[in-house]
């Protein structure tokens, strides 16, 4: 098992230009299965992630 650790002595670094991060900068994508979040990095503009929400019907 892996295990989680909080630090808030470190910030994480972008993987595409190497900039160390201190915000990320989101918007929100157009869904019909709920709200979808697109995260990217704040000075190269290239995706980090994406997250997804589930609406209350789908558990």
Known sequence: MIESEERNDINPVCPHCNATLTR????????VFG?????????????LGVSHRKGFWMG
């Open 35 to 47: 709200k979808r979040y697109i995260y990217f990095c704040p000075y190269c503009h290239k995706v």
């Open 24 to 31: 990320v900068f989101y918007r929100q994508v157009r869904s």
